[in-house]
Structure formats: C-alpha cells, structure tokens
C-alpha cells in the first residue's frame, strides 16, 4: 500500500519534477515568445502531455496553431488538460489519445490509431518519464524505467518511423536528463533482474535515450527526419528532493497553494523542447543535445557508437519490432 502510493507518486514525479528547477538555472528565457514561427498544418505528438514540462509543451504547441495529440496514461486527468488548454486556447485541434508506454499492446493500438487517422505526423515529442520507482515491472516483464523511459518510447518511435519519413521535413525530440552522465548500460543484467537500485536504473534508462539519439541520428541521415535530445535543465538532486517532498502527506498537502510557481517553472523546463520542436534553422540539424535553448555537450558515454547499436539490437529483439 505505502509502496504503491510511493509509485504512483514517482510516476508523476516528472510532472512536478519542473516545478523544483531553480528559476536562475535556466531562468529568463522565452522561446521566441512572439510567436514568429506558427506551427499550423503540421501534426505534433506529445507523450506524457497531461502536465509539468509535457503539458506546457502541448499547449504551447497549441497556440502556434498545430494539431496536438496528447498521447497520456490516464484519460481523466488528459482529458481535463485538454480542456484547460482549449479554455484558453482557441484551436479546436486539441486531443486525447490514449497510451501507456508500459504496455507494447497499448504501444501498437496507440500507433494503429495514429497511422489511421493521421496522413502526417510532422513531431514527435518524447516527453514522458518514470523517476526512481520502487522495483515493479511493466505489463511484458521490463524494469519499470528502462520499460517506459527507454522501451516503450523506443517501440512507439519506430512504429510512427515510415509516417515522420514520408512527412519530411519532420522532428523527433527526446527528452533525457543529466543523469545520462552517471548512467551505465549494464548489459549483464538490463532488466536490473539481478539487483535493483531504483537511481542506477534511472540513470541506465536516462542514458539509453542519448544512446537512441545516437542511433536514430544516424539511422535517419539523408530522410529529412531530425532526431535530437533535450535536457529540460532539472538537475537531478532537484527532482529528488521532489520525489522525497512527495512522499509526506504534509507536503503533498502543501503543494496545491503553490502550484502556480510550479507551473511557471514547467514552462521554462518546456522551452528547449519548443525551440527544438520549432526554431525554423534546426531543420537539418540531427543527432544533438540541446539545453537551455542550445546546443550542448553530452556526455562521450552518449555517443559511444558500438553501445548505442548493441543496445538498439536488444531492444528491438525484447520489442519484438523485428
Ligand atoms: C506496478 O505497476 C502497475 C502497473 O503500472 C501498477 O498498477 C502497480 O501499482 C505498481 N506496483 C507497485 C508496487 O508500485
Ligand atoms: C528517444 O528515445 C527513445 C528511447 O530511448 C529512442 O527509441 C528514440 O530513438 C530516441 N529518439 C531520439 C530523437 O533521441
Ligand atoms: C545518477 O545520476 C546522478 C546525476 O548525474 C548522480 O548524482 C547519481 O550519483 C547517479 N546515481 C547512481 C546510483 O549512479
């Protein structure tokens, strides 16, 4: 029970995760906040759309006038994002769609859908994330972390491949952490099968995503689809704290008075992602880590060719893509 409620606490952990950045981190800048570059005709996905840094992503994506899909785990709370952006926003092309990155079922109804009924998909915005969850595993058998932050984003990139290919000029943004640094893809024991340490599996999956930014990067080159990875500008122990402040029922008490600080600073966390998603002059621009709004150094471990192959092998055997 206590457990329990500590996981579902650490699955929103990435929603507030923003809300502790310290404003002067990345502070101050707004992605052209004048709006210069619209975003209409064009098709964006958002993974993990319902809040923090996602939720600011989608709306903003919103008011440059593109049709959003907000691609979220639990429908109600979707839903009722949905509804505060299109409050505020007059763009009817706001929508729901139901996908849950620890299911490959869920995964292949969630691109099935996507393929039906949209004939281009121009970004893709792999936004959602679990932090630091006690040891659980998904619906087919993966750690948690490397399920959903690694996996699950890994399948559903794939399937929506052939559909960014043939929108071309298209963009895939992936969110990651510097955890990445300190990640070590243990190809021993991937799935933490052997020993569990809920950091150590974080940082492994945090750095798988710069690995498949590698990959992809070289994958695409020549398809006009982009594939570049954003460092929202949360520090880590800053999301700890906010995943130990979750765990009192005082400070949970104590979060609704301010939330509007937190979602301040989640729209700071997104602005990377727009500006990745948007800025007209990184159409070709591939295989990079952005972070407040530029381009930055990943670290070496991110770009190791050979681990970012063998881990792309793996994961497309353990998700049966091939
Ligand atoms: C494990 O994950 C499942 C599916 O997301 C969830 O329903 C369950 O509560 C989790 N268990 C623990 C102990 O966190
Ligand atoms: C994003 O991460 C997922 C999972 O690690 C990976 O499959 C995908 O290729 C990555 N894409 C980019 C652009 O980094
Ligand atoms: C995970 O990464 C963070 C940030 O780089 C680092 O401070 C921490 O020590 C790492 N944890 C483990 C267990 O490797």
Known sequence: MIRGAFYSFSFVGACFGAGVLIRNQVGGYNYD????????????????????????????????????????????????AKTEIRARIPNRQVECRKLDLSSIASIKEFAEGVLESEKHIDVLI?????????????????????????LGHFLLTNLLLDRLKASAPSRIVNLTSVSHKDGVINFDDLNSAKKYDPKVAYNQSKLANL????????????????????????????????????????SRGMTAPIVSPFKKTAQMGAQTSIYVAVEPSLEEVTGKYFSKC???KPSPKGLDEAVARRLWLISEKWTELT
């Open 33 to 80: 906040e004048d709006l210069e570059h619209k975003m209409s005709g064009r098709t964006i996905i958002v993974t993990g759309a319902n809040c923090g840094i996602g939720y600011e992503t989608a709306r903003e994506m919103a008011r440059r006038g593109g049709r959003v899909i907000m691609a979220c785990r639990d429908m109600d709370k979707c839903e009722k």
């Open 294 to 296: 530029k381009e930055a």
């Open 211 to 250: 690995l498949f930014n590698t990959e992809l990067a070289k994958r695409l080159q020549g398809t006009g689809v982009t594939a570049n990875a954003v460092y929202p500008g949360i520090s880590v122990t800053q999301l700890e704290r906010h995943t130990g402040y979750g765990q009192s029922k005082f």
């Open 126 to 150: 792999n936004n959602a994330a679990v932090m630091k969850c006690p040891k659980n595993l998904t619906a087919d058998g993966f750690e948690m972390q490397l399920g959903v932050n690694h």
